[in-house]
């Protein structure tokens, strides 16, 4: 089948390259000329887990394009997939402008009917606003054409985005016609060899599931670290608390670690999102602004157990740090914890040698021209002479580091620990102080 994705980020480029892999004819168009230019040339403008391997073979193949060209963009798909950012407004909302501007542009250029497919996360009655956005740029031609607007909101993850895109645990189709489902049934046909994954419902609650989604996740996030800080408190244990709730089936052992708080391109601005749509409609979503709240004060943990140990004042010292990205296996740093904390520690007078198996091209961009903020090609190389560690992301070489080593490599032997990777008593045993979250 003939598929268009538009906007070729982590979704667009994923969502391309799995479907193309399938046998489809995709074209991924993107404004951005920088992007199609290092896409044409070979590249690959991310990091995503097996994804460069993906796209070459089906650029090889024949099966996968990539254009700047509107026109050709919307002459190519029967499908047209908007994948294309939504940023938050300035009040916190989804700013759809982009989405807007690619149904705009469909409704300029169509030439016959389209299944157009709102895959970035979008408001409840987006689709809506899609389907007035294409018919009027139709009525400005004088044309009258069929098309069809689907909700196929994304649940990959970074970092896994290739398996959880080609393995779903369920594909939420909101179609409100007949054809449109037909078309989607027989493009994710591939997906439900084993079992029927497609949860066809009407188009508002498709785009609810996905906010609803994202804002549950974020909130056993943030309910486990309001937890955390207070077993601290108490001389408790989170990680024996989270086995101990875990195990309950009701409850589940995902998305129950405590940490330096979430953040990335969707929990934040979604969970944001949401409480405006509530309250866009008179109602409320008490929960999560206290969420939301929660993350914020979350991030800063780090810095407040830096200022506990160290002073308020940090002119003088110098700190490194492990994990720059928001979550581990990608370099996507859009909200991460990492900045907050490089921030804190800048404004109180420090310096900071940081290290990110991939995200430090990334943090060279936002960090460009601070001359306080140092890169190392090695976790190891970031430590030397360093007044303490401090461990934002969970990548998995930080996993098992030769403590000896690390002692001898700091000035002083102090490891805050945003994400519980080690054994306190391993850790003191090797002669190293250590702070972790919601382990007293
Ligand atoms: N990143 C994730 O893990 C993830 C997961 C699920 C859902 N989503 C949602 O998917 C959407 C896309 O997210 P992303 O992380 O891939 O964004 P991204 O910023 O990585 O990519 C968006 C791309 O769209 C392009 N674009 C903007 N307007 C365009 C237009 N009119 N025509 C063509 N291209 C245009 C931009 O240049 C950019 O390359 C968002 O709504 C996001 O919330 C993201």
């Known amino acids: ?63 996968l394009r990539f254009t700047t060209d509107v026109e050709a963009g919307v002459h190519h798909g029967q499908f047209q997939f908007i994948a294309v950012g939504t940023p938050p407004d300035d009040d916190g909302s989804a ?83 007949a054809r449109a489902t037909q078309l989607m049934r027989t493009l994710y046909a591939p997906f439900q060899r084993s079992h029927e994954r497609m949860l066809v419902m009407d188009v508002k609650s498709a785009e609810l599931t996905k906010y609803a989604a994202n804002a549950m996740l974020a909130t056993r996030i943030s309910f486990m670290n309001e937890l955390a800080n207070l077993a601290e408190q108490l001389g408790a244990n989170i990680e024996q608390v989270r086995v101990g709730i875990g195990s309950d089936p009701r409850i589940g052992y995902h998305f129950l670690y405590a940490g330096a708080g979430y953040g990335g391109s969707c929990f934040p601005k979604d969970v944001r999102a949401l409480q405006r749509t509530a309250s866009h409609n008179g109602t409320q979503l008490r929960i999560l602004k206290a969420v939301e709240e929660a993350n914020e004060a979350q991030k800063r943990v780090l810095l407040d157990k830096l200022a506990a140990r ?7 010292m110098r700190f490194a740090l492990w994990g720059l990205a928001f979550k581990p296996n990608t370099d996507d740093m859009r909200e991460a914890p990492s900045r907050v904390v490089i921030d804190g520690i800048l404004g109180r007078g420090g310096r900071v040698t940081a290290y990110d198996p991939v995200a430090m091209d990334e943090a060279r961009r936002i960090y460009r021209g601070e001359k306080r903020v140092a890169f190392t090609e090695s976790p190891l190389a970031a430590l030397d002479g360093a007044d303490a560690l401090l461990i ?43 702070y972790s979250i919601g382990r007293a």
Request: aromatic share 6%; proline share 5%; with cysteine.
């Open 1 to 63: 089948m003939k598929v268009t994705i538009i906007g070729t980020g982590y979704v667009g480029l994923v969502s391309g390259a799995c479907l193309a892999d399938l046998g489809n004819e995709v074209l991924c168009l993107d404004l951005d000329k920088a992007k199609i230019d290092v896409l044409n040339a070979g590249g690959i403008p991310i990091y995503e887990p097996g994804l460069e391997p993906l796209v070459r073979h089906n650029v090889q193949a024949g099966r």
């Open 392 to 434: 934002v992301t969970e990548w998995k070489e930080f996993r098992s580091p030769d403590f000896g080593d690390l002692k001898e490599r700091l000035k002083q032997p102090i490891i805050f620990d945003g994400r519980n990777l080690y054994d306190p008593a391993m850790v003191k045993a090797a002669g190293l102080e250590y």
């Open 95 to 177: 700013d759809l402008r982009y989405v807007l501007d690619a149904a705009r542009n469909i409704g300029r250029h169509m030439a016959d009917y389209r299944v157009i497919v709102d895959k970035s996360t979008v408001p409840v009655g987006t689709a809506d606003m899609v389907r007035q956005a294409v018919s009027a740029a139709l009525a400005e031609r004088g044309a009258e054409l069929p098309f069809s607007v689907v909700s196929n909101p994304e649940f990959l993850k970074e970092g896994a985005a290739v398996e959880d895109f080609l393995k779903p645990d369920r594909i939420v189709v909101g179609a409100d016609d």
């Open 310 to 316: 160290l002073g308020a004042d940090l002119a003088g």
